[in-house]
């Protein structure tokens, strides 16, 4: 929320390319009308999408991997990447592609540059400045490697090469004039039933899983087996062959929302899982919220996000993390509440950042829900060492979260 779009809008002349998520385009393409209204633009999606010569050239991650043979045959005057933590991966296809593009300026816009490991970071550099980070291999063993292990000559190496190419912006020095941003975590203690069903699972896994990771086994198995125990501290009917038409963690929030909406306030619901948005719309229509929704299967999302923003829209909009993450303005809310916490707290952060971003007039207020006694206050801990690594890093780098086999095993401790 602090620019990074418009700031590209700004450097943009003709024959420019800028790629970003789906949920993005008509918010691109509406930033550039706005702000630079003698600029042609031409979106390049869609059954009947054609190349033509317009001034920008606005396209998605998933079109750019289908016509990579197209995209690639011209070369650009400039290529944007926004939301650049879409190529974090150097080995997926979307990297691969935006690797192949030809272009003099190279520009990654993203808050979350680290999300789970130095090697995203390596991964970005190499498509806006290639060589400056040296191979993956020499980068891993020289500097992520070291850095992990808490060496503070690495640390002051890879800021040093970074520094001239990164333009790094903070609300505390941008948005100064933005109002505070309040973080609290509001406890669920389960049921007697919930807590039945979520011990049975801990302790049909544990000796399992931690078995198998101290024998160097399945990270898969002990990943399964903690999704199952996060979808038991949100909702019993996550579970396969459990059955239930609410929860204690789904009742706290309508009961926030309730009060929340009373006072003429409007809330943004974060969950990671779209199967627990459809178990929370019942509980909101029964308790007489309007709410809309936005996932990865929402088609009009611009007119959806207009219609929130809205004075007389809905006071309450569900969101899939994924979908609705990042990118979008949703300032006409206050209220943050993040249903199932993740352990990668830059992603949790953007989904705040959504309602807390410059045009926002009001203090924001984001509430964790914890399940009491569950794995979730773990993740808590978990994000917090997560933070330490990324901070020494980047200095005031957000934080990601990659599971290590020893975060598993702390996390089932």
């Known amino acids: 929320g602090l620019g990074k779009t418009l700031q590209a809008i ?50 998605t991650y998933a079109i750019l991997r289908l016509d990579l043979g197209q995209l690639s045959a011209r070369e650009w005057n400039a290529v944007v990447l926004d939301e650049a933590q879409a190529i974090k991966n150097p080995e997926s296809q979307a990297a691969k592609a935006a690797f192949a593009l030809k272009s003099p300026f190279r520009l990654a816009l993203s808050g979350t540059p680290v999300e789970n490991r130095l090697d995203e970071l390596w991964s970005l550099m190499h498509f806006t400045n290639q060589g400056l980070l040296g191979g993956r291999r020499d980068f891993d063993e020289k500097l992520a490697k070291p850095i992990a292990d ?3 000559d690495a640390m002051v190496e890879l800021r040093k090469r970074l520094k001239p190419f990164v333009l790094r912006r903070l609300k505390k020095d941008v948005a100064k004039d933005l109002p505070p941003r309040t973080e609290v975590v509001r406890t669920v203690t389960l049921d007697e039933r919930e807590r039945a069903t979520y011990d049975a699972i801990y302790a049909a896994t544990k ?24 979808q038991a501290a949100c909702h019993p009917a996550l579970i396969p062959g459990q059955h239930a038409k609410t929860s204690s963690k789904v009742q706290s929030l309508v009961d926030a929302l309730v009060t929340a909406v009373a006072d003429g306030h409007k809330a943004l619901v974060f969950s990671q899982w779209t199967s627990l948005l459809d178990l929370i719309e019942p509980e909101l229509t029964a308790a007489g919220i309007r709410f809309s929704r936005l996932d990865g299967s929402t088609p009009n999302r611009g007119d959806v996000v207009t219609e929130f923003q809205g004075e007389s ?24 509440f993040l249903v199932d916490p993740w352990w990668n707290p830059a992603v ?60 598993l095993l702390e996390l089932f401790s």
């Open 150 to 152: 808490g060496r503070q």
């Open 207 to 230: 000796d399992e899983v931690v078995r198998l990771l101290g024998q160097g086994g399945s990270v898969l198995k002990a990943l399964e087996a903690l999704l199952r125990l996060r």
């Open 10 to 59: 700004c450097a943009l002349e003709k024959g420019s390319l800028a790629v970003c998520p789906t949920s993005l385009l008509a918010n691109w393409k509406a930033e550039l009308a706005r702000f630079r209204p003698s600029l042609t633009v031409n979106t390049y999606h869609g059954p009947n999408r054609a190349l033509d010569d317009a001034d920008v050239t606005v396209t």
């Open 313 to 336: 829209g809905p006071p309450v909009m569900l969101i899939s993390l994924k979908a609705g993450g990042t990118g979008l303005t949703l300032t006409a809310a206050d209220h943050v």
């Open 348 to 407: 949790e952060a953007q989904a705040a950042d959504r309602a807390h971003r410059i045009g926002q007039d009001k203090p924001v207020l984001v509430y964790r829900l914890v399940s009491q006694g569950t794995v979730e206050e773990r993740i808590l801990t978990l994000q917090e060492k997560k933070r330490a690594l990324f901070e020494a890093a980047l200095g005031d780098a957000q934080a990601a979260g990659a599971l290590s086999k020893d975060d």
